[in-house]
């Protein structure tokens, strides 16, 4: 099956190259969703401001955290 959309995927240039401009807009907007992560609500709750001890414990806490993933 993998196989098979690989082959259909690798058409899929040619295919659209080959449809009128409104047909082209209209099959790659359909296309979108597949590609486009969908859009979530985020909330963030937080029950007490930070202090500033707090903040800057954290700031040092994401610095490290960003340093170790970096190669």
Do not use: C
Not at 15 to 40: C, D, H, T
Not at 46 to 54: D, L, S, V
């Amino acid at each position: 099956m993998q196989k098979i959309v690989g082959k259909e995927l690798d058409k899929l240039g040619t295919l659209l190259s080959g449809l009128e401009p409104l047909e082209r807009v209209n099959a790659l907007a359909k296309l979108l969703p597949y590609i486009l992560p969908k859009k979530q609500e985020v909330t963030l709750e937080q029950k007490e401001p930070m202090t500033e001890a707090q903040r800057i414990f954290r700031m040092e806490q994401l610095k490290a955290k960003l340093n170790s993933s970096e190669v």
